[in-house]
Nanobody, 122 residues
């Protein structure tokens, strides 16, 4: 069983900053790619940023230069530093992790967190 615990959401004024965290816990052999997705009211869930286990990153165009994804492999934790927040960043932010749950045979499964709400007031 793998559990992802997110934290750090809240209410912030436009132009402000927030830092989200997501820690993976449970029984597994390793955590591969991790990422953040978001879903605004009435919209589909979209990718925000991803990071591989060796630190390669990818960002949605809308957040490039404002958001930074990072991870601590020793803590199985991924972070999302969000700066210069805009009202359109308001959404529920979800953490996703690809986890190696068994070594033999090798099984890599995707898990999602429960989501954390980010509200940016204009």
């Amino acid at each position: 069983q793998v559990h992802l615990m997110e934290s750090g959401g809240g209410l912030v004024q436009a132009g402000g900053s927030l830092r989200l965290s997501c820690a993976a816990s449970g029984s597994f052999f390793g955590v591969n790619a991790m990422g953040w997705y978001r879903q605004a009211p009435g919209k589909q869930r979209e990718l925000v940023a991803t990071i591989t286990n060796i630190g390669s990153t990818d960002y949605a165009e809308s957040v490039k230069s404002r958001f930074t994804i990072s991870r601590d492999n020793a803590k199985n934790t991924v972070y999302l530093q969000m700066n210069s927040l805009k009202s359109e960043d308001t959404a529920v932010y979800y953490c996703k992790a690809e986890v190696a749950v068994t070594a033999t045979p090798y099984r890599n499964l995707a898990f999602w967190g429960q989501g954390t709400l980010v509200t940016v007031s204009s």
